[in-house]
Structures are given as C-alpha cells and as structure tokens.
C-alpha cells in the first residue's frame, strides 16, 4: 500500500469539510492537516464535532460539503472499507469487536484481509502479544470486562496495520495503570505510524502529546503545542474552564 | 376517450384500494418501525366479520364501516397485549411472532368456517363511462379511502392522541415526557392498525372473495407500498400507492394482473436501490 | 457460539451420523419409511439454506422458499426438455443461485435493513406463488413443459445415472442422492464457515461496522452467501421435485416460507444441526397432523412459531447443548481456547 509519496503531501488533509445533520452543523467547515508519523491530539467539549470529523474521515458519514483527502487522493464520500483500505485504522469511542467470536479470532479477522494465512497468523499473534492479550485469547469477547474490551478493539486496529490510527477516547473506563499502559502504548505505535486521539483526560493527553488541536461548536478553535493550548484563555474558557467548574 | 376515461377510474380505484390496504400496515410500521406479519389475516378477518354480519342481517354499510373495524381493532388490542408487547425492540422477533399469528388465524378461521369462498354481492350497481359501464361500487371505495386518509390525518394533527403519537414517532422519551408510557401509546397504534385493516377488510369483502388465504392477495402489494412510502405514515402511503397503484393498473391493463403485481415488485426493488429508507426517507421527511 | 460444538470432533460426529443414516435408514425400515425420509432430507437440505444465510450469515430472508421453488421448477421444466437428468440437477442449484444474486444485489448494496431483506424476499415469493398460480394453459409453456398453473407439473421425470436417461434412479436411489446431497452440504457450509471468509462471514453478522472498518466490503460477503443459500435451497427443491415427480407452486406460498423459518428456529439459530433436526421434528409433526382431523397444520405451525419466537429464541440444540454442557465434565464440552485453536 505504501508509495514514495514526496514529503510535502500529507498523510490526511480535510479542507472544509462541513456535515449538516437537518439544521445542525455538527462539523463546520475544517481545515485539517496531519503529516506522516505525526500525533496529533482532538480535545472539546462533549458535542464539539469530535466523533463526527473521526466518522468523516472514516467513510461512516458522508461529509455535507468540503474534501477529505489521503496522501492526495480525493476519498471524499467513499466506503468505509474503501478509506480502511487505504490505510486508515479507528478505535470507536464506544467498543466495536465481534462480541460472539473469541480474542483470538476478533484479531484474525482484522489481520486476515489480503494475506497469506501464516503471515495473518503471525500477525495476530505477534499483536496479541503486545497489547498482552496473549492469556485470554480463547475467551468470548463479549464475556470480557470494558477494559480488556478496549484492548482488544486497539489489537484489532493494531492488526490491520494501518498507517493512520483513529482513538476515539482509548483511556475511556480504563483502570490508571491502564492508562499508563495505554500512553506507553500509543507512544510506541507512533513510532511507526500516524495518529489522532480524542481524549478528555488531560493528564493523558500530556503524557503523549505536542501538537493539541480544540474543537468546539463544529470548528477548529486552536491548533498548537500543547503547553500553549493549556495556557490559552479561550481554550480554558470553553472546555477547561466548564470541567473544573 | 371513453378507454381513456376508464382506465383514469380503475387506475383511481386501484389507488384507493392500495391506499385501504396500506393504511393500516403503515400505521404500524411508522409508529413502531415493525412489519406487521398479520397484516392481511386482520383484512380477512375483518371480511369474515363484514360476511358474517351482513348474511345475519346486519345492514350492509354498518356491518362494513363500523363492525369490521371495531372487531378487528379490539382482536389487535388482544393480540398486542399478549404477544407483540413481550417484543419491543425486538424488530425481527416481532415480526416472525406476527408471522406465527398469521398462520395461526388462518388456521382457525379454517378450522371454524372451511376452507370455502364466500362472498356478498356489491351494491350500488353501476354508472357508464362512454359507451363502458362500471362499477359505482368503485366510487363508493375511492371515497372511504379518501376520507379514512383524512380522518387519520385529522386524528393525528388535531388531537391529543395524535400529538402523542407524533411525539413517540420522533422521539420515544418525549413521549414519556409529555406524561404519557410509551407502551400505551404502542398499544393503542397496534389496535388503530388493526382496526384500518379491518375497515379495509370490511370495504373489500365485496370485492374479493373471501377465504381464509385471502390475506396473501392483498400483502405483497402492502408491504411494497409501504416500505417504499418509508416511515411517513400518510403522506408515504399516499405517495407511494399513487405511484405502484398506476404502475399496477398500466401493466395489468397491458398484459394480465399478475404481471401487474411483478412490475410494482420490480419497480419497488429497483426503487430501493436507490431510496432505501423510502421515498419519505428522502424527501417530505418532515411530513406525517 | 461457544456453547455448540463447533470443532472438527462435533463436524465429524454429524457427518458419522449422516453416513449411518444414508446407508443403516434402507436396511431398517420399509420402503415407504424411506421414501417418506427421503422428503424431510430434501427439507432438511433447504432448512440448512435457511440456517447458514440466517444463522450465520445474518440475512434475514423470509422468502427462501423463492430459491427452493425455482430449484423444483427449474428442474422439472429442464429435465422434462433434456431427457437427461445431469444438466437439470445443475441447473436447479445455478439458476436460484443466480437469481439469488440478483435480488441480493439490490438489497444489499441498497444497504436496507434487516427488516426490510424480510419483507422484500418474502414479498418476492408471495409473487412468484401468484405468478406460477395463473401459469394454466398452452399459453404457458417451455419446450415441451407444461406449467400448468396452480394444478402445477404432475409426472415429472426422475433423476438418472449420468449420461444413461434410461437409467432412472429408483425410490431407494432417489434416497442416497438426497441423503448424499445432504452430507456434500453440510460439509461443504461446515467448510466454508471454517474458512477466512467463513469467519469474516459471522464477524459481519456480529458487527458490520467493525468488519467495514477493517477495510472488508460487507455487502460482497453478504452477496455471497445469500448466493450460496439460493443454490443450495434450489438443490432440496430439486430433491422435493424428484421425491414426488411433482411440483406444484404451494412451494412458493406462505406456509412454505414460514415452514423453513420454523425448521431453523426450531433447530437452533446459528447452527447446522439444527436445523437439519428441525426440519425432521417439523416434518414428523406436520404428516402426524396430516393423518388427524381436529388440528390445523397451520394454527400448529403458528402456535410453534410464536411458542418458540417468544420462549425459546435460541432454539433446542443450543439450549439441550449446553444443558448437556452443564451435566458433563468440561473437557467434553470443549473449551473457548480449543475452540479457536481448530478453527484457526
């Protein structure tokens, strides 16, 4: 999937794009950039047009008006499968496994498209391993605690292997030595590949961020290093601001 | 001309007996997003009861506008409050329950009356087009659709049944906020449904002979005409039965009536491959 | 899943079954109790259809008996014009196939809900039944095949060895093509639920979102097997057909169609035993009803129908299942770990 792409192209770019729900514009015409390898982290409040953008970008919704495009290509209202394809990887904000397959099949399932079976076996297993998975892989994901859940929902993305990875609230409901985990995690990965995170807990969003984009009432509000962002008085106004109160 | 004339009034009556036939399965479907598998077996037994009522000497007209009706409203109530109620939320499960009573009704009314075709004798005579005669009867059924649309329509704008109902289309909660359970509101739309078909039941009796399998006659084209109205209730089954009404009426007209029935089909199929939530889906969406 | 076999020990044990079946069935009983088996394996073979699309694959169709109807008539119409019965049999498993994928086009890449599949295929074997219904007359036939509307087709040829149309296959052949045809079905959806595409199959039916966003195309899977389960459903009618020479087109109506849903969640949802069992208890039911009087088959079939919609959802192989599950030492049962392992 990976061609010599000059650098100057980035990995994501959405320019406009705008989704009207009847009267509401929950997402108002973004102009979103995201390089390569880069981390970027979503922070707003609740209704901020968060989850939309991921399921624009993801093919869920059909963006009203404004461009989505991978890498340069125009992926603008394309099927879901179409963007996954195209290297787009996205852990939901609420879990979205197969509850009636196993761990281990969940992640197969995810590692199986267009590989040989031996190498998605490896894949699987080798991704198991890292998300410490490896001793509830025979257990029915549906049985599993929310945490252990999101885990395997990260493995399944993880196992894709795709070059943009979507977080929609991974240390959502997840014990504080998860969360440390999951950081650690999400440090990791990016060594490899790009990443957005949505995530509310600002002590997680500075053990892996530098770049902090906020959105609120559908638009981009800021886009800066994250120190910066936390010291911004808007920022603080509309969403730091409403959490202490 | 006089050709002309009369396939506009049986492409009319056609409508109107498509839109007698919908109403009561779209009720239903809007309100609570379920198929109502029984559908046809209430316009059987709503003919049965219209039959039954007119050879004891019931007047005709009453036993069709007002017996069939009521009595098949109340067997929906019973049926609803024993079975369809344990299954909300459970869409397909609903549905094959509803199945199961279809088949289940069928089979008594076998067992109690035969599996026999009885009929009445329509009234009313008829009146010429041209140098063609037709039916007044089919005047008498534009008219009971029309009206039934829009007393329905004033049921639901006017009252503060209808404003409930609305309320627990849009939103289930709101319902609940406007002091009202929802399942009471559920109740009652299944017994309305029911109640439309048997009105339909009692208009078509006769029209159609009636069997024990007549509802399989009628459900095909139902089903067609209201999912692809989508979930406006009215203004859906209206639509939709205007356009797969004249489809049916052209293509019987040219051929037979039961390729009339496989245009609509395909015509239907070919529609949702394009307005897959109906055509209400797309547009009129904030209609009734 | 995890409370029904589905390893390759539970497979091997159903195709053991059937094998004794096949050739233990004509040593015990009499001709006519095997000529009256013959017909509940043809609904068998069409209630797995039903089971594998439904079960697994999550498509909820309530007109199978479309693609089953088609197989019985597709295979009268052709042997009737061939002579030979080869090309027929092939035909009654392509054509509803075809017809299957069709239909199955529309539906799915017009991404209707499940509830809509449901009214759409039944409507269109509603159709079919009304179609067929008023085929009487010279107007309507193929070739040399009489359609003969709602009397249907009497004297239909049966089956033969390949290649020899004065071979015909007598009633106890008749019963090891079926049974055999039985076994091959089994094996064959047992192999393809075993395969990746069998377990992309399932994770659609668990959450298509998620499969979509791993880059899968669930409306092709979807396509494909409601494809299959058209030609596997057109093969049982095929076998229905040569069982009484006859075809009429009650195949296509409404109690047809409720009758394999019946089989199915009688069965056990999401397995293939199941509704193999269904379909011989429902079977056995309706010709005990047929013998009687006082009970109508239909308000049977209903009763049944809601009995089990609203008491017992998942069907009696599961539940018997994991009772059994409960009574026996683990190892028996078969753990989760094991389970993926086999399958894997």
Redesign the interface.
Known sequence: MKLPVPDATPLLEAKGATMRFGGVVAVNEVDFTLREMELRCLIGPNGAGKSTFFKML?G?LKPSAGQIRLRGENVTGA???HI??RGV??K?QVP???????V??NV???A??RKS?AS??RITEQTLERVRLTGI????VGQLAHGQRQWVEIA?VLA?EPDLILLDEPAAGMTHDEVLRTAELIREINRAQALIVVEHDMQFIRMIATTVTVFNQGRILVEDHVDRVMANQAVRDVYLGKQAA | MALTGLLLFNTLTGIATLVLICLGLGIIYGMMKIINLAHGEFVMLGAYVTVFAANAGVNLWVAMLILAPVAVGLIGLVVERCFIRFLYGRIIDTMLASWGLSLAIIGIVTSLFGNTVRGISAPLGSFPIGHYRTSLYGVFIIAVAVLAVVGLYALLRMTRFGLVVRATMGNPRMAAALGVAPPRIYMATFALGAGFAGLAGGVLAPVSGVSPVMGAAFIARAFITVLGGGPAIITGTSIASALFGSIDEFATFLTTPVFGQVALLLAAIIMIRFLPQGITGRVFRRSL | ??SVPSGWRGCLLVILAGFVLLFGLPQVVSLYGVVQMTVFVAMAVFALSQGFIWGFGGIMSFGQSAFFGLGGYVYAVSVINMGDSTIPVLLAIAVPAAFAALLGYFMFFGRISDAYVGVITLTVTIILFNVVNSTSGDFYTIGQAALGGFNGMPNVPPLNVPGYPDAAFGPIDTWYFAMGALILVYILLRGILAS?FG??V??I???E??????????RVYKLLVFTIGGGVAGLGGCIFTNWGAFISPTIFGLASAAQVLIFVLVGGLGTLVGPVLGAFGIEYLISIIGTQQTLNANLVLGAVLVAFVLLVPQGLVPVVWSGIGRLLPRRFAG???????A??
């Open positions: 993801t869920q099927e879901p499968h996954a394809r990887g996205i939901t979205n496994v197969f509850n009636g397959l196993s281990y099949e197969f399932v995810a199986g498209r079976r998605a076996k892989t025979g257990r029915m399944t894709q | 899943m995890s990746r377990r992309v399932v994770a039916r668990e959450n979102t998620r499969v979509q966003l791993l880059g899968y195309d669930a753990t989760g770990e094991q389970t993926a392992e399958q894997s």
